[in-house]
């Protein structure tokens, strides 16, 4: 009888081991990725060399599973993936950090809006069964094909563009002044149109994206987009 109880009290006892054994998976960090606040993911742009640093921090092992890296932004229209790649196996052992290099990733409308977003990355295990913890960052996206118009037939020119030094605005003449500035990718007016001016200098201006906006005569917003060297 003692014998009975002392197996019966072993086998609870490795029951309840096995019940609290979990693997649990969180991204420790991001590189190479646009999460600095002076950075923008931009729509045209791949990622191409994006690595993310999943630690387990269970209590035990992760053996021969895939790992999948899901992200999301804004709108909430369901999780992308940064990475996912059935060839690739990994073991990571409880408290282990597993570097892991994704895939050419590219932003798109489809999962960003235009402007700041919070963005969510998660691992997760194809097989085994564990919990996750997810790392929570602001990304701010440009679209440059969704919203950016197409010359309407009395357009506003510009000259040159790509820019360096100045650029030259030719208005239509039904078109004032008041009615056009230009932002930066942060969304900041760095410049708005004085009435008879046509001359902008632009040497003190960050290399990068601008977009030039200005209202057409029958009130419909029109955006162009300028490029800075």
Do not use: C
């Amino acid at each position: 009888m003692k014998l009975r109880h002392l197996l019966l009290t072993i086998l609870m006892a490795i029951g309840l081991v096995n019940a609290s054994a979990q693997v649990h998976l969180r991204v420790s960090s991001l590189s190479r990725f646009p999460v600095a606040p002076t950075d923008t993911a931009y729509e045209s742009l791949s990622y191409d060399s994006i690595q993310v640093l999943v630690e387990n921090i269970g209590n035990t092992i992760l053996n021969a599973d895939n790992i999948i890296l899901y992200i999301l932004g804004n709108p909430a229209s369901g999780p992308d993936i940064l990475y996912d790649d059935t060839n690739a196996v990994y073991t990571a052992q409880a408290g282990s950090v597993t570097p892991i290099n994704s895939f050419t990733y590219n932003f798109r409308p489809t999962h960003f809006d235009d402007g700041d977003n919070i963005v969510v990355v998660w691992p997760a295990a194809r097989y085994t069964p564990h919990t996750s913890d997810s790392l929570t960052f602001h990304v701010y996206f440009v679209s440059l094909l969704a919203g950016i118009d197409k010359p309407v037939e009395s357009p506003i020119m510009i000259a040159p563009n790509p820019i360096n030094d100045y650029i030259v605005l030719d208005l239509p003449p039904e078109m004032a002044s008041k009615q056009v500035r230009i932002i930066d990718h942060l969304g900041r007016t760095v410049f708005s149109l004085k009435e008879g001016q046509n001359y902008i200098p632009t040497d003190n201006w960050a290399p990068g994206m601008y977009l030039l906006q200005y209202t057409e005569k029958g009130g419909k917003q029109v955006t162009r987009r300028l490029i800075k060297n």
